[in-house]
């Protein structure tokens, strides 16, 4: 048979080029994998619990109350039954999300999955987890099968969406979110109250844990999912500052 001979240089050649084609396909997939984990999360987000739960009693919850699809507005319009059904089904939207998301994992990434950013060791996991959680709330916020079926972005305020992701990226931020948020309620009665005081709370609580070396640093971007929280609830500030806030309890008018 016929040997052939390389030049050394040759050869070291194409294994750097083997090399670099390897690199730029893992960075390839880890892109896939984050935009597949921002998308899924989305459409699980989506999913208008609300809307359904309340369709099933005869009521359309868009025409209702404040129109949003959330807890507080079900209870004020369904009442308690369809507020618990759709509290957990919200929660267990952003379980879902992240757990489903992470399940993915190994199908996009090998090793650890860790690099360096900065001087810090960051998880590519907590990238997206953290997508998976902006996806799943931004999602029950601005939900699109709603869109398609009522022309608007109806939705609720993401509070218990970002809870149940949180409860599998985090649990101590949850504890802490709800440490302050509860008793906000339960003394105010302003649902919208605790659930602000409580988005910070558990803002606060992200930025501690990653001090004390308990998350990721970029896990301070879960902070963005706190303030987009508050930005949802807008419209309840001002009627809080303006002294026009439902309490818990009052029903809504139609």
Do not use: C
């Amino acid at each position: 048979g016929t040997i052939l001979l390389l030049p050394s240089g040759s050869a070291s050649g194409i294994l750097e080029g083997t090399g670099h084609i390897a690199h730029v396909e893992v960075k390839i997939m880890i892109a896939l994998y984050f935009v597949i984990a921002v998308v899924v999360s989305y459409l699980i987000g989506a999913m208008p619990v609300g809307a359904i739960v309340a369709a099933t009693r005869k009521v359309d919850i868009a025409q209702h109350g404040s129109g949003k699809m959330g807890t507080t507005n079900v209870l004020r319009t369904v009442g308690r039954r369809a507020a618990v059904l759709v509290l957990a089904g919200d929660v267990l939207k952003g379980v879902v999300a992240v757990l489903l998301v992470r399940l993915l994992a190994p199908l996009f990434i090998s090793g650890d999955g860790r690099f360096d950013l900065l001087g810090f060791s960051v998880s590519i996991l907590t990238i997206a987890s953290l997508l998976a959680t902006a996806g799943a709330v931004l999602g029950h916020v601005m939900s699109l099968y709603l869109r398609l079926v009522y022309g608007k972005w109806h939705g609720g305020r993401g509070v218990a969406t970002a809870i149940g992701a949180l409860l599998v990226v985090n649990p101590v931020v949850v504890l802490v979110a709800l440490g302050v948020g509860v008793p906000v309620i339960l003394i105010s009665r302003y649902v919208s109250l605790g659930s602000i005081l409580g988005a910070l709370a558990g803002s606060l609580a992200v930025i501690l844990l990653v001090a004390l070396g308990q998350m990721d640093v970029l896990s301070l971007l879960f902070v963005v999912v706190g303030a987009f929280i508050v930005i949802a609830h807008r419209d309840n500030i001002e009627r809080l500052l303006n002294g026009t806030e439902r309490k818990l309890g009052e029903r809504a008018k139609s």
